[in-house]
């Protein structure tokens, strides 16, 4: 039980972190893409606050999104992690997507521009899903080694005598 809770809360510490880094990767592009074009870059807090908000939007998402995402991938795809990762992928394209849809259309965003933030949302998804993922896995794996050493090594001294 302890080996389960710490795997998921490796794997959830991975996800927000590569969820935060890919908040500071998109404002550096929109700042870049402001200077080329002359545009206002928005003011001094224009980054920090971005982050900040995807940060706290990413701490939301542990739960709904990259949590049930995982599970389910590790639930199909059994002991193999190839395509548990692959399952887990699909899940979180298809729940970035439905949540972003619901959220553009109860936010008034023109119908053709649903499909394209949809999309977006679900790219966006698919590395802290995979980060999540393969940390929850290599710390269970981790543990497991951990456990045959001790195991090994408690049994050593007792065949000797």
Known sequence: MGTAVARHLAGAVAAWLVVVAEAVAGYLGLLAYALVTGADPGGPLAGPLVVLIVGLLGVAALPLLFAPAVALGEAAGRRRAGPALAYAGLVAVV????????????????????????GISALLALAPTAAYALTARGVGWTARLIRRRAAGAGAAPAEAG
Do not use: R
């Not at 970035?96 to 109860?106: F, I, P, Q």
């Not at 023109?110 to 949809?118: E, I, K, S, Y």
């Open 95 to 118: 729940l970035a997507a439905g949540y972003t849809a619901a959220v553009a259309v109860a936010t008034d965003v023109p119908g053709d521009l649903v499909p394209l933030v949809a």
